[in-house]
């Protein structure tokens, strides 16, 4: 499990741009991302450093978190 602190998450089309590319890089990816903490839990087999440079390539801020 991955938790990243996203920053300039902002809207549910933030949410589906995220979801979109991270289940691009594993189908089996589960998501859960919450708006108001700018938080995102994702079970994958990704590494964690992977999913904040995805994340930071489509233009908001993420920082692994705990």
């Known amino acids: 499990m991955v938790v990243l602190q996203v920053t300039g998450m ?3 089309g933030c949410v589906s741009k ?4 991270i289940q691009a890089l594993d189908q089996q990816a589960r998501i859960e991302a919450d708006l108001a903490t700018g938080r ?3 079970e994958t087999s ?3 450093a992977s999913l904040r440079e995805l994340v930071q390539r489509l233009g908001f801020g ?3 978190g705990a």
Do not use: K, L
């Open 10 to 12: 902002s809207c549910g």
């Open 40 to 42: 995102v839990v994702v």
């Open 46 to 48: 990704e590494n964690a």
């Open 18 to 21: 995220i979801t979109r590319a």
């Open 62 to 64: 993420a920082e692994i």
